[in-house]
């Protein structure tokens, strides 16, 4: 925050902080991060425990989870998704678990060309 914000909202020092941006969610797939190569373990969705309550959706850092309206079930993204496990994590009903890319035919470590 400014120092001309602090002064004026009178913030004490040691609890201003530095100034940031907003930076907008993408709008669309980006062909130039395919960040589903760095990948190593891949979250794997038990749908008889997915409530729908979109947190995958909204803390990936990669919008690799999205809701598909006419299955009415949550669907995962493997070019961009980086297996970091966030959405394992934030699930509330441990409907993510991760596994290992090497025990899917088309696991990342296999293919002959990356994403
Ligand atoms: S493992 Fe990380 S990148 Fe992949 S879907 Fe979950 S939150 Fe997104
Ligand atoms: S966070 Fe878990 S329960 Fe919520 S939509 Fe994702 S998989 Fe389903």
């Known amino acids: 925050m400014s120092p001309m914000y602090c002064e004026k909202f009178r913030i004490p020092k040691h609890l201003e902080i530095a100034d940031g941006a907003v930076v907008p969610a993408p709008v669309g797939e ?8 760095w990948r190593t373990e891949r979250p794997v969705i038990d749908h008889e425990k997915c409530t729908t309550c979109l ?4 803390f990936c850092p990669d919008s690799s989870w999205h809701f598909d309206e006419k299955s009415e079930k949550m669907v995962w993204n493997p070019i961009y998704c ?8 934030v699930c509330p009903v441990d409907a993510l678990r991760l596994e290992n890319e090497l025990n899917f035919k088309g696991g990342v470590a296999r293919l002959d060309k990356p994403y």
């Open 30 to 37: 980006q062909p130039m991060m395919k960040t589903g190569n």
């Open 55 to 58: 947190n995958c959706f909204a």
């Open 82 to 89: 980086k297996g970091c496990r966030v959405c394992v994590e």
